[in-house]
């Protein structure tokens, strides 16, 4: 699946009001809350590709490669990659997909490789031709730059998951 499919995707779910806080968070930087634990303010946003594959009943494993795209002008993108696995529910098969994440901080610095680290909590999605996913995801570096506490993932395939999910990422440049 190409990138402006899984755009359109991402794109649909946030008009239509599938996930209303993610696109609220996709709006220009300011002061946020995630349940209230840390506050910071919207430095970017971590736009991720999860390779396409099969979930196998009890679970999938599937390789991610992301890039921190910041919202100062002029900043270098970021590179990450590393592995999403699911255990639980996950029954049929997706193409490659897409996945973003806003990224905070208490100010608007960044340091590279900051969002590398350990996320964990739970994933839900449903694909039948064009689908879309929820990940809750916690965790990281013991840093205060954190992701944002929901997502929104686009594919394309027949799928239906519902596990917990961890995602590891680890810093390529």
Known sequence: MNKSLASIVCAAAIASGTLPVVAADLAPAQSYSDS??????KIGYLDCTIAGGAGYILGSSKEVN??????IDG???????GAMRKLGVDLGF???????????????????GSLAGLYQGASAEA????????????GGTSGSI????????GQVGLNIAAAGTSMTLTSVN
Request: negative net charge.
């Open 75 to 81: 900043e270098p993108v970021d590179d990450y990659s």
């Open 146 to 153: 954190h992701l944002q506490l929901l997502s929104l993932q």
């Open 66 to 71: 992301c890039a921190f795209k910041s919202t």
């Open 94 to 112: 997706t193409t490659e997909g897409r996945l973003i994440w806003a990224v905070l901080a208490p100010t608007a610095g960044y340091h590279h």
């Open 36 to 41: 209230g634990a840390r506050n910071g303010v």
């Open 127 to 138: 694909t039948v031709g064009l689908g879309v996913g929820a990940n809750v995801l916690a």
